[in-house]
Structure formats: C-alpha cells, structure tokens
C-alpha cells in the first residue's frame, strides 16, 4: 500500500524551468524503484526519469538527457524531477510511479513494471 501525490506542474514558457515533486506513504520500504512518467493527449504513456532508491542509480529517457534530474530525499519519503530547458514537447501529464521489484535497465523506464500511480500533474510549456 503506497500513495503518491505529485506536485509542481503548471504553465511555463519554453526555456524555463519547474520542479514536480512526489510524496509517497504507506509501505514505502518496499519501493526499490520510483520514476516519472509523460503522458500527453493522444500519446501512449512515456518513461521519463526513473531512480533506485536504494543506490540512488538513475535512467533517464534519452529525450531529457541533460534536461531533466530525478532525486530522492529519503527523510521526506519525497522523489523530485528538476526540469530545465523546458520545450513545449515536454508538455503532458506527468505522473509518478513506484515499484517494488528490482528492474533491470531495460524495463526501468517501462509503465507495465510499476505498481502505484499518483494522481498526476499537468505541465505546458508554451512557445
């Protein structure tokens, strides 16, 4: 039983910057990964960034490479996506996920291997 609430989202023109945050409850032990998901209308759902709670070992999706920093703060049970050099491609529904197997590189970034879902939380990057 874990919760995730995501925060952050909102407007921004292209070239700024947001920061979203998930805080996540419950059986949070049992979480070895948590990552973010995209999803904009009419896409399928997309891995953005994703962490290893136990070693803090990142993925990220090669379009935010350099872009885009996932981190944790274990005291705040809290996994935070710093988003720079914002384009309005990135613009979507963003949600975070938590797993609670161990995933290889190949799957991290896939939606079928995660368990629990937050509610999800807009950002639109305008031109």
């Known amino acids: 039983q874990v919760q995730l609430v995501e925060s952050g989202g909102g407007s921004v023109q292209a070239g700024g910057s947001l920061r979203l945050s998930c805080a996540a409850s419950?059986?949070?032990?049992?979480?070895?990964?948590m990552a973010w998901f995209r999803q904009a209308p009419g896409k399928e759902r997309e891995g953005v960034a994703a962490?290893?709670?136990?070693?803090?070992?990142?993925t990220y999706a090669d379009s935010v490479k350099g872009r885009f920093t996932i981190s944790q703060d274990n005291a705040k049970n809290t996994v935070y996506l710093q988003m720079n050099s914002l384009k309005p491609d990135d613009s979507a529904m963003y949600y975070c996920?938590?797993?609670?197997?161990?995933?290889?590189?190949?799957?991290?970034?896939?939606?079928?291997?995660?368990?629990?879902w937050g509610q999800g939380t807009q950002v639109t990057v305008s031109s």
């Open positions: 419950g059986y949070t032990y049992s979480s070895n990964y």
């Open positions: 996920a938590a797993s609670g197997q161990a995933l290889f590189l190949r799957i991290r970034l896939a939606p079928s291997r995660y368990d629990y």
């Open positions: 962490i290893a709670t136990g070693t803090g070992g990142t």
